[in-house]
């Protein structure tokens, strides 16, 4: 069962347990949007997955362990 929920964008809510070094990078690399994507998201929207598990595979590892980065959409 897909649950899905009316947020509001939040970029500290997506990082909340994301290793420090991934934080840093989605940060720099995201950071100079933010304002936009709260602009474009300023209404609630229909997302999914929740905000909190948009980056769930960098808790799990940091930057050195990665080995591999396969591409690819549903």
């Known amino acids: 069962m897909l649950i ?3 947020q509001v ?3 500290n ?3 909340l347990g994301v290793k420090p070094k991934w934080t840093e990078i989605i940060q720099y690399s ?3 949007h933010v304002e ?3 602009m474009v998201l300023s209404a609630p929207v229909l997302t ?3 905000q909190e ?3 769930e595979a960098f808790k799990y590892f940091d930057v050195p362990d990665l080995k591999v980065v396969i591409l690819g959409q549903d």
Do not use: Q, R
């Open 4 to 6: 899905y929920l009316m």
């Open 9 to 11: 964008f939040d970029i």
């Open 13 to 15: 809510k997506c990082l």
């Open 30 to 32: 995201i950071g100079p």
């Open 36 to 38: 936009t994507i709260k």
């Open 48 to 50: 999914f997955p929740l």
């Open 53 to 55: 598990n948009i980056f």
